[in-house]
C-alpha cells in the first residue's frame, strides 16, 4: 500500500513568487492535512481538508491557501513568496476523523 | 488554545538505558494524543492514544495517558543508535471535527553507542 506521496521533494524559489505543493494521502484516506516546520517554530498547523472541504485553518496568513480534489488529493498554494516562508512543508493523511495521520516525505521550500 | 509542552527538549543516553519521554498538554476539548519519530523528514507514527491507563506497546517502546493529570509518557528499553530522533506527540482537540494537530517543540534523543 503507498504511503503519501509529496512533490516536488524540492523547490526553490525566488521572493514575490508563488508556488504550488501537491499531496496525494493514502489510497481510501480522505483527510488530508497541512503542516509547516522551521527551526525556530517547529511543525505549525496550516489548515485539513475532509472530502474536498475545509475544515479549519491554523494561524497564516492569506497567502497561505489550499484545497482538495475529489479524488482526495491536495494542493496548498503560497503567493507572493517571503523569505520566511522558506521551511519543510508537510502533509498527514487520515482515513476518517481521529484515527491516526501520517505524514508524507515533506517538500523542502527555500526562498531566496 | 491548545498546548503541547515536551520535556526534556533534549536528551543523551548510552544504549542499553531505558528512557522516558514526557508530554504535558492543555486542551479544550481532548480527542487523542499521538506519538511520532522523526529522524530526517517525515515523522513516522508510533501511537495514538485516546483513553487513560491503556498502555500502548510495540516492541521497547511503549505509551500510556492520563487524562486526568493531563499527561502522557513514551517509554523507550534497552535503546539503540537507530532510536536517536526527535520524538514527537502532537494533540487532537478543539471541535466541529477538525483533525488538525497541535504540536510542541519535540524531545531530541541522542543515543551513545
Known amino acids: 500500500k503507498a504511503g503519501v506521496t509529496q512533490t516536488p521533494r524540492y523547490l526553490i524559489k525566488t521572493r514575490g513568487q508563488q508556488v504550488t505543493l501537491s499531496c496525494s494521502p493514502i489510497?481510501?484516506?480522505?483527510?488530508v492535512s497541512w503542516y509547516q516546520q522551521t527551526p525556530g517554530q517547529g511543525l505549525q498547523f496550516l489548515f485539513e481538508?475532509?472530502?474536498?472541504?475545509?475544515?479549519n485553518k491554523g494561524n497564516f496568513p492569506g497567502r497561505f491557501s489550499g484545497r482538495q480534489f475529489s479524488n482526495s488529493r491536495s494542493e496548498m498554494n503560497v503567493s507572493t513568496l517571503e523569505l520566511g516562508d522558506s521551511a519543510l512543508y508537510l502533509c498527514?493523511?487520515?482515513?476518517?476523523?481521529?484515527?491516526?495521520?501520517?505524514f508524507g516525505q515533506g517538500t523542502r521550500l527555500t526562498v531566496v | 488554545e491548545d498546548k503541547v509542552v515536551q520535556s526534556p527538549l533534549s536528551l543523551v543516553v548510552h544504549e542499553g538505558d531505558t528512557v522516558t519521554l514526557n508530554c504535558s498538554y492543555e486542551v479544550t476539548n481532548f480527542r487523542s494524543l499521538l506519538w511520532y519519530k522523526q529522524e530526517k523528514k517525515a515523522p513516522t507514527f508510533l501511537f495514538m492514544l485516546?483513553?487513560?491507563?491503556i498502555e500502548k506497546k510495540s516492541g521497547r517502546l511503549s505509551s500510556i495517558l492520563d487524562k486526568k493529570e493531563l499527561f502522557s509518557i513514551l517509554n523507550i528499553t534497552a535503546t539503540q543508535t537507530g532510536d536517536s530522533a526527535v520524538y514527537l506527540c502532537p494533540l487532537r482537540g478543539s471541535g466541529g471535527g477538525a483533525d488538525g494537530l497541535t504540536f510542541g517543540k519535540g524531545t531530541h534523543l541522542i543515543i551513545q553507542p
Open positions: 498527514a493523511s487520515s482515513s476518517a476523523q481521529n484515527t491516526e495521520a501520517f
Open positions: 489510497s481510501g484516506h480522505r483527510s
Open positions: 481538508y475532509f472530502s474536498e472541504t475545509q475544515r
Open positions: 485516546t483513553s487513560s491507563g
